[in-house]
């Protein structure tokens, strides 16, 4: 039986891609929900680093 590291590599590649389009889809909107309706004490107390990894568009 032969490895094909080629299609493992296109397999991740795949798996990833799907995982991502999953998170843009599914989990951003949450997080840019949550972000939304914290009061702005506890906005302000999460550095802004922090603010674009939760979600980068707001």
Request: neutral net charge; aromatic residues 10%; hydrophobic residues 55%.
């Amino acid at each position: 039986m032969g490895f094909d590291f080629e299609l493992i590599l296109a397999i991740a590649f795949l798996v990833t891609g799907v995982v991502w389009v999953y998170d843009r889809i599914v989990y951003l909107p949450k997080r840019k929900l949550a972000l939304a309706e914290m009061t702005p004490e506890a906005r302000n107390a999460i550095s802004k680093d922090v603010k674009q990894t939760l979600a980068p568009d707001a």
